[in-house]
Every structure is written in C-alpha cells, then in structure tokens.
Nanobody, 119 residues
Framework: QVQLVESGGGLVQAGGSLRLSCAAS????????MGWFRQAPGKEREFVGS????????VYADSVKGRFTISRDNAKNLVYLQMNSLTPEGTAVYYC????????????WGQGTQVTVSS
C-alpha cells in the first residue's frame, strides 16, 4: 500500500504561481502512475494531470495545459505540481493519487491540500 501526503497549498493572487508536493511512501515501482486531481466547492473531483513513475510520460487536462507542469523526483519519492497563471477557478482541494499503469482506478489517495486563488 502506498501512502501519500500533499503539501504546499495556500492563498495566492490570480496570475500567481504555487507548487504542490506529494510525498509517497511504501513500495513504489516503475509500474505506478501518479495523478493530481482537484475538487472545487460544490463540484465533482476532476483530473488535473498525471505522470508515470518510470518514463515521465505526462498527461494533462485541457483546462491546465500550458500552465501546470507535473514532475517527479524518484530518489526522494516526490511528485510536484507546478501551477502558473492561476485563476480563481483554480480554487479547490488538490489531491495526489496513485494507480498501477495497467489499471484505470486510482486506489490510494492523499488527504488533500487547499489552494485558494483570490481575484
């Protein structure tokens, strides 16, 4: 079982940047995919992006392409979400999650970190 802990959330003005971190512990292999999701108040959780643990293959939601970047540090078991040009629509709780590469379901989740973007 993989445990995940997010950090780095906070309050930022529109147009600003923020970097979230996700610390992973447990047995992590190259078959894993790390994902970032967010849930805004009153809305369903939505996919933000993902990165494969092995080759760094990245996928992004259309809403964040060109503004958000996911990276990883395998040696430290860390995954990052760099968010630039933030808008108030980015206000949400951000979660990291993990799944096996050959499945679609994310089966381990962090507790989330709050990001608030002021206008």
């Amino acid at each position: 079982q993989v445990q995940l802990v997010e950090s780095g959330g906070g309050l930022v003005q529109a147009g600003g940047s923020l970097r979230l971190s996700c610390a992973a512990s447990g047995r992590i292999t190259n078959s894993y995919v790390m994902g970032w999701f967010r849930q805004a108040p009153g809305k369903e959780r939505e996919f933000v992006g993902s990165i494969s643990w092995s080759g760094g293959n990245r996928v992004y939601a259309d809403s964040v392409k060109g503004r958000f970047t996911i990276s990883r540090d395998n040696a430290k078991n860390l995954v990052y979400l760099q968010m630039n040009s933030l808008t108030p629509e980015g206000t949400a709780v951000y979660y990291c999650a993990v799944r096996r590469a050959f499945t679609q379901a994310y089966d381990s989740w962090g507790q989330g970190t709050q990001v608030t973007v002021s206008s």
